[in-house]
């Protein structure tokens, strides 16, 4: 045995598992509990949008995925902007059941492949089957039919759930083979942190270089990304995750939503977004009220752009749902004036519970009811004909 090899080896793996568990910090960073949580910035306005009255298909679809957001998350935000939210604007809503192939409790690969392709497979996978067979999603499928697509995501890219509508992969932790897998679509837009999985690999490529070569413009900090509105674009918000909104994040959601919006509604053919709101999830990992609550409010300001767009455009459908609840939330008590919330929890993993389902635009009323999780895709490609 030759032992340069061998350390080497050691090293490398090393290497691989600090990388890996840096990217799982918001699973382990849990100092203490922080139940109560008090409003720190002004409310923000909620416009009434009007809902289109049309029996046609829609066009466009912007599918929001708040991951970990149940019932008492979206309260949360409610309670914390004073009683009001851009969610309460819809009134077409159900329940969506999000069981697992593998677990009664799903995680974020399992459901976001759910989400993506209208198939339950098992905790862990990215857009593939219970048999690890890669599944064509919904992203991919309004690809083929000429629209304009991307993804965006307030976690790193390459992270589960906007992984699963782009790559399809056994494991969920394989981020540099997840970042490969964008290089093998048409992608159009795609914002979000985890550059450094494109960039710092094992196998030294810059897939940033491929990237360009593909028609790409790669872009840094949301600065450079929102001045762009046309093209293809690649943008990267962080190394790895990003910054939580309390730590600094700012505006960059909602910006990149509309930034997105901007550039896919130049394509003729109608487009297909997917934007998540990745850190109410961790708020749950983290029993952190102050997380859920100012992540929650956050994806609602993305959602609000969304509506914004959908009122004007009229043929834009737009979902709002979770993969999961985190945390087993509760509320205990709460304030509409001090916009305080105290909070509790069962779990510092994901619940079993129902997730709300929230439709605007055309065909909305079929998102009513008793859900589960796979129909939800099922239901936007018979509405989108692809
Ligand atoms: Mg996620
Ligand atoms: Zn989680």
Same mark, same amino acid.
């Given at each position: ?5 061998? #350390?080497?080896? &050691? ?6 598992s600090?990388?890996?568990? %840096? ?8 100092? +203490? ?13 909620? %416009? ?30 409610i ?14 809503i ?31 996978a #990215?857009?593939?089957n ?29 992270? %589960? ?9 056994p ?28 960039t710092?690999?094992?196998?030294k490529?810059d ?7 593909k ?9 450079? #990304? ?8 690649a943008? &990267?918000?962080s ?12 505006n +960059?959601?909602?910006? %990149? ?11 003729p ?33 993305? #959602?609000?752009?969304?509506?914004? &767009? ?77």
């Amino acid at each position: 045995m030759n032992y340069t090899y061998l #350390i080497l080896a &050691f090293a490398g793996f090393g290497l691989l598992s600090t990388s890996l568990s %840096a990217q799982n910090d918001y699973l382990t960073n849990k100092s +203490e509990s922080v139940k109560n949580f008090t409003r720190i910035e002004q409310t923000y306005p909620v %416009a009434i949008v009007t809902e289109p009255n049309t029996t046609n298909k829609p066009k466009n679809v912007i599918f929001l995925i708040g991951d970990g957001m149940g019932v008492s998350q979206v309260f949360s935000g409610i309670v914390a902007n004073g009683g009001n939210l851009h969610l309460k604007n819809f009134r077409n809503i159900g329940f969506s059941e999000t069981q697992s192939a593998s677990d009664f409790v799903t995680d974020s690969g399992a459901g976001g492949t759910a989400l993506s392709t209208g198939e339950r497979t098992y905790n862990g996978a #990215i857009g593939v089957n219970a048999d690890t067979v890669a599944i064509q999603n919904i992203r991919e499928k309004a690809e083929l039919r000429g629209k304009a697509t991307g993804v965006i995501s307030t976690s790193s890219i390459t992270h %589960a759930t906007p992984a699963s509508f782009v790559a399809h992969q056994p494991n969920r932790e394989w981020l540099e083979t997840i970042a490969a897998d964008f290089l093998k679509t048409n992608i159009d837009v795609f914002i979000g942190g985890g550059s450094k999985n494109f960039t710092h690999r094992r196998d030294k490529k810059d897939l940033t270089v491929d990237l360009k070569q593909k028609g790409y413009q790669v872009a840094y900090g949301i600065e450079e #990304i929102a001045k762009i509105n046309s093209g293809k674009l690649a943008g &990267f918000t962080s190394d790895y995750h990003n910054k939580s909104k309390l730590e600094g994040r700012g505006n +960059e959601l909602p910006i %990149a939503t509309s930034t997105a919006i901007n550039i896919l509604n130049n394509d003729p053919d109608g487009f297909f977004l997917m934007v998540e709101g990745s850190q109410i999830d961790w708020g749950g990992h983290n029993n952190n009220t102050g997380i859920i609550v100012t992540e929650m409010l956050d994806f609602d300001q993305a #959602i609000g752009v969304a509506l914004a &767009f959908a009122e004007k455009n009229k043929e834009t459908l737009v979902i709002v749902t979770a993969d999961h609840e985190t945390g087993g939330f509760s509320i205990e008590n709460g304030n509409f004036t001090t916009g305080s919330v105290m909070g509790n929890f069962t779990s510092d993993d994901h619940s079993g519970v129902m997730v709300p389902v929230f439709a605007f635009g055309p065909g909305a009323d079929l998102f009513r009811g008793f859900l589960k999780n796979t129909d939800i895709p099922k239901i936007i490609s018979e509405l989108s004909g692809y």
